[in-house]
């Protein structure tokens, strides 16, 4: 019988998930070193839909201790993670560090330079011994040479980019906001496709700068514009800055959320998809 891959992917959402990487692993903290390793993993905590690094102790070039009390006592915390009941669903990216989803040690470290508490974990799971694993909001990142944001790159997550000579126009409250034949879609894993539409095709004069930033480790960072005097639309668009090469088709493109405007292709109008953002 043949397999669907997502649904293997899904099934083995609720577990404890880590897969070897062969890239040069680095972090530091305002300039301090914490480790340096060609032995990384790339671990999904359970319902975790992203990963981060695990290093191996050895290579950490900072010191690793067990946080104080928090209820002011004398002596080392233990601080033993044990699981809960109550975690949701589906942790993404702005769930914290600290919400962790199985067992292990909360440990805090300690650089030249600075202390960062619960910044560290080491899981109790036998598969993953000698291993810590590290917050990575804490921390500056970098594989080989390059700087990693948001969160470390999965392996088995696609973003491509593709050219389309078909007719998008972008609607929201009745106005039009974007018509164009030079649209880049942008397929993604999980993910709805997105119409990416040169600015000059875009009416921006209807839209207004906001201060909203986001970050995306497969794209850089985008900023946001809205449409005023709309209940849908704030925040409605955004643009990629031009940090990676890899996404260099939509450097500078605007892309407008389709799950609250209306988006026709070659006149036909697409449904809008249910994500976190709709």
Not at 107 to 136: E, K, N
Not at 176 to 203: F, H, S, W
Request: aromatic share 8%; with cysteine.
């Amino acid at each position: 019988m043949a397999t669907k891959l997502s649904e293997l992917l899904f099934a083995a959402f609720p577990d404890l998930r880590y897969q070897p990487t062969s890239k040069r692993i680095r972090a530091d903290v305002n300039g301090s070193p914490v480790v340096d390793t060609r032995e990384a993993l790339l671990v999904w905590e359970p319902k975790r839909v992203t990963p981060v690094y695990a290093v191996p102790e050895k290579d950490l070039l900072a010191r690793l201790e067990r946080p104080a009390p928090e209820g002011g006592g004398s002596g080392p915390d233990e601080h033993p993670v044990r699981l809960t009941a109550d975690a949701p669903p589906v942790l993404d990216p702005r769930t914290g560090f600290r919400r962790h989803t199985t067992n292990g040690d909360e440990l805090d470290v300690h650089t030249t330079a600075v202390t960062l508490p619960h910044a560290a974990f080491r899981p109790s799971d036998p598969d993953l011994a000698g291993y810590v694993v590290l917050d990575f909001r804490a921390f500056h990142w970098q594989e080989d040479e390059e700087e990693i944001i948001g969160h470390p790159r999965d392996p088995f997550h696609r973003v491509d980019i593709r050219a389309t000579l078909q007719r998008v126009e972008v609607m929201l409250d009745g106005v039009k906001l974007a018509d164009t034949v030079g649209a880049q879609l942008l397929y993604e894993t999980m993910l709805p496709v997105r119409y990416y539409i040169p600015p000059e095709n875009v009416r921006l004069d209807l839209l207004e700068a906001s201060q909203r930033r986001t970050i995306c480790p497969y794209k850089g960072e985008a900023k946001y514009w809205s449409f005023p005097g709309s209940e849908r639309g704030k925040d409605i668009a955004w643009a990629y800055d031009s940090r990676y090469l890899d996404a260099q088709q939509i450097h500078g493109l605007v892309c407008f959320f389709n799950e609250r405007a209306d988006i026709a292709v070659d006149g036909a109008l697409q449904p809008h998809p249910v994500t976190p953002w709709s």
